[in-house]
């Protein structure tokens, strides 16, 4: 798979400052970034170093306060709010540390809410077999284990074909064993559809998966590396 070629994502002296009260909280202070399409990106910090802040911006649910982010050829940061959303439904797929799955209806028809409204997504059932859930679409969330409702979030991200997979501590309300199972199914989708995935965690251990590894403090890159041998999730241990 090429990890080479334009950018799929870029930013350029990214800022976002919040406004609370009288003081001012400065998430993100000039951050440049280059994500390559196919790469499997994991995004390390502390609470407060401007993990989501970035996630969020980058994925078009939040917009900078100064500086540039652009899709491929596209400038976000001029994107008014229909062209925001056209592009979170068409290009980016989230998953969140928790599932926000509809009680109500099953795997099946939680990954079909997005696949009524996409262009070309695949059919539930294979989204759900691409997550090993493909003997669970008619379950509801109430039946599966968090590790399997959190598997649903990720098909029901994926269904759309988006180009990124954008994931903010999709382990953090898991144990072991079940957060490495959620990690298999990121990584098989990086892998096998070449989708471009950016994953935030606090835990240090997760970075042997990626292409590439980036360490945020105080709202700036403060590192970049490259694992010296790649581990498949399995592999990882913390």
């Known amino acids: 798979m090429s990890r080479s070629g334009a950018p799929v994502l870029s930013a350029r002296a990214l800022t976002k400052v919040y406004r ?13 970034l280059e994500i390559r399409p196919g790469e499997l990106i994991v995004l390390l910090g502390p609470s ?4 989501s802040t970035l996630l969020n911006i980058l994925g078009g649910l939040d917009t900078p306060t100064a500086g540039e982010v652009r899709f491929v050829e596209r400038d ?5 709010e229909a062209e925001l959303t056209r592009y979170r439904r068409e290009h980016v797929g989230f998953v969140f540390q928790f599932y926000n799955l509809i009680p109500s209806l099953t795997a099946r028809e939680n990954v079909a809410l997005v696949t009524d409204i996409s262009a070309q997504p695949m059919p539930p059932a294979e989204a759900l077999g691409w997550v090993g859930l493909a003997d669970r679409l008619d379950h509801f969330p109430s039946q599966l284990s ?9 098909a029901r991200a994926i269904a759309k074909r988006p180009r990124l997979l954008l994931c903010d501590e999709p382990t953090g309300a898991l144990d072991y064993e079940t957060g490495k199972m959620v990690l298999e199914a990121i990584a098989r989708i990086n892998a096998e559809l070449g ?4 994953v935030i ?12 590894v980036l360490r945020l403090g105080n709202g700036r890159i403060v590192g970049e590396a490259r694992p010296e041998r790649k581990l498949t999730a399995a592999e990882i241990s913390w």
Do not use: C, P
């Open 201 to 212: 965690t606090h835990n240090a251990a997760i970075a042997a998966m990626a292409d590439r």
């Open 76 to 80: 976000l940061t001029r994107a008014g």
């Open 146 to 154: 968090g590790g399997e409702q959190q598997r649903v979030a990720i």
């Open 20 to 32: 609370m009260g009288e003081a001012e909280v400065h998430a993100l202070r000039g951050v440049d």
């Open 195 to 198: 989708t471009t995935a950016m």
């Open 48 to 51: 407060g170093s401007g993990k």
